[in-house]
């Protein structure tokens, strides 16, 4: 595909929220197809999403059908009428490959699958022309490209490490300890070695049972106790039951509490806190809650342990579950774009318009950036639906838009 110099709109990322984004769009407006491209260096829609899910092994999302990124939520159901054993109960959560053959047929169906272009964008440059504001994006293919609006959708966040990693002395190889975003179950045998997996939240379980199913014995250490929630945020948080008052809470630190008080961590399924307590009881895995790792050292091709609690452990590798951060002031892409517009942070969230944009812009933000607006599911699949209802109006209706 050949770089123009200049378009209306440049989505940067192709993941979910990104699908989610373009299909909203095109629904509210056919004429700004031609008007934008998505800019991700993995060629292709939703690579990052489906390679988390292979790595990690995941049979079906936490998320139910109607979560998708397609503007008619029946869509899915619609999709899956001769595959209703690929919908996992309760709420019918899709397995893995009807999800992403679901994605497939969307990104067909809204013809898409041209609309990505395979590069990293490495810097946005805000810029005056002709007394109107425009954003250069400089690709790490070397070229560059002008556009009226930006919407940021690069999803997960900076990588969480827990203090005690920094203090490591010792050198180790790079694959004994690592993020789980590191972790690919594919590649690995594991037989007889012991693993530490250190996180209370969903993707803990999935490498444990990834790794029990290798043959590894897994140590599973949690901060506090482990907790069964089927979804990582109450469903009330779609919807008004909770939104009402998150929304007319006018204190953005309040409002940042209330997100860390209904996500509360990570949090189990359920049926994943079953196969836990089984692997427990038949002897391949060890939970080990309210404990902490004080220090960590490697020798002798072992991580030796030391816990708060006095215990000392010996570990084959560690595997650190334990998620990632969203902030504003540590994004590579916003260094130069916040220094022309000036925005209020709140503990690395930003404070945007309502319709997502960094105030008096045209530079939007979708997923978890955007908690402040969206609340606690921002960064999930129903929280890109929500995002689209504020920004596409701002894209399609001229009266919404920021000059
Ligand atoms: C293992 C896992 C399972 C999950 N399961 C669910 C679930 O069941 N239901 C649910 O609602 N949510 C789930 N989530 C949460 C959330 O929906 C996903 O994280 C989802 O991928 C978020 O979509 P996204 O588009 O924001 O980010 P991503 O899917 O991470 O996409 C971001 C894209 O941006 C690109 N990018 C990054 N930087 C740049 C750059 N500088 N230039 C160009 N492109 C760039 C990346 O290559 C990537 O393709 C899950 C998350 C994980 C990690």
């Known amino acids: 595909m050949k770089l123009p110099n200049y378009i209306d709109l440049a989505i940067i990322g192709a993941g979910v929220q990104a699908l989610t984004l373009t299909t909203h769009l095109l629904q509210k407006s056919t004429k700004h197809y031609r008007k934008f491209l998505v800019f991700d260096p993995s060629q292709t829609w939703l690579r990052q ?26 869509q899915l ?11 996992f109960p309760p709420y019918d959560r899709p397995g893995t490959k009807l999800f992403n053959d679901f994605c497939h047929e969307v990104i067909r169906r809204w013809k898409l699958a041209d609309k990505v272009y395979p590069a990293k964008v490495i810097q946005i440059l805000p810029i005056e022309r002709a007394s109107r504001s425009r954003f250069q994006l400089v690709l790490d293919t070397g070229e560059t490209i002008i556009t009226r609006r930006v919407v940021l959708a690069t999803g997960s966040g900076k990588v969480q490490l827990p203090n005690w990693v920094e203090k490591i002395t010792s050198d180790y190889p790079s694959d004994k300890l ?31 049972k990834g790794a029990i199913n290798l043959g590894a014995t897994v140590t599973l250490m949690t901060r506090k106790q482990l907790q069964e929630k089927i979804f990582d945020a109450d469903p009330g948080w779609l919807g008004p039951k909770y939104l009402k008052n998150f929304h007319a809470q006018t204190g953005w630190y309040i409002r940042y509490q209330q997100i860390q008080q209904a996500r509360n961590g ?3 399924t359920p049926d994943m806190m079953l196969q836990l ?7 391949t895995m060890i939970i080990n809650e309210c404990c902490q790792v004080r220090n960590a050292q490697w020798q002798d091709n072992l991580w030796q342990v030391h816990c708060h609690d006095g215990s ?34 709140v503990n690395g969230l930003p404070v945007l318009d309502e319709h997502l944009r960094l105030p008096k812009s045209n530079f939007f933000i979708m997923g978890g950036l955007a908690a402040l607006q969206i609340g606690p599911v921002a960064r999930n699949i129903g929280g890109g639906k929500m995002a689209c209802q504020r920004i596409v109006p701002a894209i399609v209706k001229p009266s919404l838009a920021s000059e």
């Open 77 to 87: 159901r619609t999709f899956a009428e001769h595959r209703h054993n690929e919908l």
């Open 49 to 74: 999403w489906q390679q988390q899910f292979a790595a990690q092994q995941i049979p079906y999302l936490r998320s139910p059908a109607v979560h998708h990124p397609d503007p008619n939520p029946h």
């Open 312 to 345: 000392r452990h010996e570990f084959n590798r560690i595997w650190l579950a334990t998620g990632t951060k969203f902030n504003v002031t540590e994004h590579p892409l916003l260094q130069d774009v916040l220094e022309i517009y000036p925005t209020e942070i």
């Open 266 to 268: 990570g949090s189990m």
């Open 178 to 208: 690592c993020h789980s975003q590191q972790v690919n179950l594919n590649q690995l045998k594991l037989t007889g070695e012991r693993i530490l997996i250190v996180g209370s939240g969903l993707t803990s379980g999935h490498l444990a």
């Open 277 to 283: 307590r089984k692997a427990a009881h038949e002897g």
